[in-house]
């Protein structure tokens, strides 16, 4: 089964510098999606950030960037020039290929908080 | 089209009573997913739809619970004869087939469950 990690609770950065979240997973599977979900305190879950295994390129959405290490199963996402509206909790998910299921699966979630 | 909808959002009930969640998904994707979030958790899976078909349940959806989606568009979640463990918010999701991978969900604000 695939899991994934998040392995800090909390985190907090002033505005305007940079932070990184952490996300670890396991899979056996070659073909397989990641994203980035931010969730404010409205509760409405936001896509910030998606990358596919097979491309060895690093996304990158504006301010937001991921470190995608394949061979470690590490997929980072970076925040720089952090702004007030980037407080929320972030979630890492993973999910398999487009013709093998459709379920995401979640981290325990980050929750960031924006110093001003 | 302003993208998924999910009634109620918030709903009290008392233990052993019976709830039904609706989702409206966005109109033309054709995948729906509900998925649980407990305090301070990423979301759970529970069902996902295609079309107006079933194709997978986790074993967190116990008998007390059942999806329908009749005509493939909106979508119903009935917990019966809740039990305080059922206290969660309910998201729904949806997406399309393919690209989803891709572009992944969008998800609704969510239905917060309390159970007294």
């Known amino acids: 089964a695939q899991t994934v990690t998040q392995s800090q609770p909390e985190m907090s950065v002033q505005e305007a510098e940079t932070v990184t979240l952490s996300c670890t997973y396991d899979?056996?599977?070659?073909?397989?999606?990641l994203f980035w979900y931010k969730q404010p305190p409205s509760r409405q879950m936001i896509l910030v950030i998606r990358?596919?295994?097979?491309?060895?390129q690093n996304a990158t959405e504006n301010r937001f960037s991921v470190n995608f290490q394949k061979a470690a199963k590490s997929f980072s996402l970076k925040i720089s020039d952090s702004q007030l509206g980037d407080a929320a909790m972030y979630f890492c998910?993973?999910?398999?290929?487009?013709?093998?299921?459709?379920?995401?699966?979640f981290g325990e979630g980050t929750q960031l908080t924006v110093n001003p | 089209d302003t993208g998924v909808s999910q009634d109620p959002r918030h709903k009290i009930t008392k233990r052993g009573q019976n709830v039904t969640f609706r989702c409206d998904p966005i109109?033309?994707?054709?995948?729906l997913y509900w998925y649980r979030q407990t305090l301070g958790q990423g979301p759970e899976f529970l069902t996902y739809?295609?079309?107006?078909?079933?194709?997978?349940k986790s074993r967190l959806l116990s008998d007390r619970f059942s999806a329908e989606r009749p005509k493939g568009s909106f979508s119903t979640l009935e917990i019966q004869r809740t039990e305080q463990g059922d206290s969660a918010m309910y998201l729904c999701?949806?997406?399309?087939?393919?690209?989803?991978?891709?572009?992944?969900?969008?998800f609704g604000s969510g239905t917060r469950l309390t159970v007294v």
């Open positions: 899979t056996s599977e070659s073909d397989y999606y």
């Open positions: 109109s033309e994707h054709n995948r």
């Open positions: 990358q596919e295994a097979y491309k060895q």
């Open positions: 739809f295609q079309n107006e078909a079933q194709l997978e």
């Open positions: 999701a949806s997406s399309y087939l393919p690209g989803q991978g891709i572009h992944g969900y969008t």
């Open positions: 998910a993973y999910r398999r290929g487009e013709t093998s299921g459709s379920r995401l699966t």
